[in-house]
């Protein structure tokens, strides 16, 4: 079966950090492009960063450049988000996704559950 599990959300106050992980599991994620995306209830999917599979390149939505990075570990089917200093705006699910290079969610094919991440003092 193939997945792909979140993981690292939580609870925090504004201007500190967390680090997400998701591990992916079935088959080998190694050739795609691995992305974060955000979404609040009732509300459409939105990019936050991608990974293209050598590692080398990546993107970022405007919002969290300087921010957060994107890593991967191919070794590992592992990709991970460093948040830093997080604001209250930052609360959302967040997802990770395995596909194609882009920004937008038809890109990707393969879906987490997500996790939820709340800044908020």
């Known amino acids: 079966q193939v997945q792909l599990v979140e993981s690292g959300g939580g609870l925090v106050q504004p201007g500190t950090s967390l680090r997400l992980s998701c591990a992916a599991s079935g088959r080998t994620f190694s050739r795609d492009t691995m992305a974060w995306f955000r979404q609040a209830p009732g509300k459409e999917r939105e990019f936050v960063a991608a990974i293209h599979w050598s590692g080398s390149i990546t993107s970022y939505a405007d919002s969290v450049k300087g921010r957060f990075t994107i890593s991967r570990d191919n070794a590992k089917n592992t ?43």
């Open 79 to 121: 990709v991970y988000l460093q948040m830093n200093s997080l604001k209250p705006e930052n609360t959302d699910g967040y997802y990770c996704a395995a596909g194609a290079r882009g920004t937008t969610d038809d890109k990707y094919n393969t879906w987490g559950e997500g996790t939820q991440v709340t800044v908020s003092s």
